[in-house]
């Protein structure tokens, strides 16, 4: 999957209605420019969407339907839920579900790229689309913590 996509919805006999909707493309436009799929994707995708709910006056408590994806604790499924909570709605659900801090703020991907820099071919092949949009994969933890401060404003 290239992207992640959340919503807000509320069932109606005559047809679900979308309340808020957030795409992880929307991101780009506040400045990030790295993978729309990733874990801190995910994250800031569920924040955006959050931001958007509580702008439109959405409150109250929210119920999580997966629909038909696996539940897999530490998923960017549950990434960007914790994106949602963190930015103040209300979804009931159990900490131990959650991706580690590291995994959402892209950490692990800063880690790794730092580790594979010396192997300038494999380095490059790893990130060739991060290194494309001219983001460096070592840097993508202080990017999230940007886009992060942007978006809970």
């Given at each position: 999957k290239k992207n992640i996509w959340a919503q807000i919805i509320n069932f109606e006999t005559k047809g679900d209605q979308v309340l808020a909707a957030a795409h992880s493309r929307e991101l780009v436009k506040i400045g990030w420019n790295?993978?729309?799929s990733n874990m801190p994707a995910a994250y800031?995708?569920?924040m955006l969407l959050a931001k958007k709910a509580k702008n439109k006056k959405i409150v109250g408590d929210l119920i999580l339907d997966i629909g038909?994806?696996?539940s897999i604790s530490g998923s960017k499924l549950y990434g960007c839920?914790?994106?949602i909570i963190d930015n103040g709605l209300n979804v009931k659900h159990s900490d131990n579900i959650f991706p580690s801090d590291d995994r959402i703020s892209g950490k692990h991907i800063s880690d790794y790229a730092?580790?594979?820099k010396e192997d300038k071919e494999n380095y490059?092949?790893?990130f060739s689309k991060n290194l494309k949009e001219k983001a460096l994969p070592e840097k993508i933890s202080e990017q999230f913590e940007k886009i992060k401060k942007s978006i809970a404003k």
């Open positions: 790295y993978g729309k800031l995708t569920g038909m994806n696996k839920l914790k994106g730092n580790k594979i490059n092949r790893q």
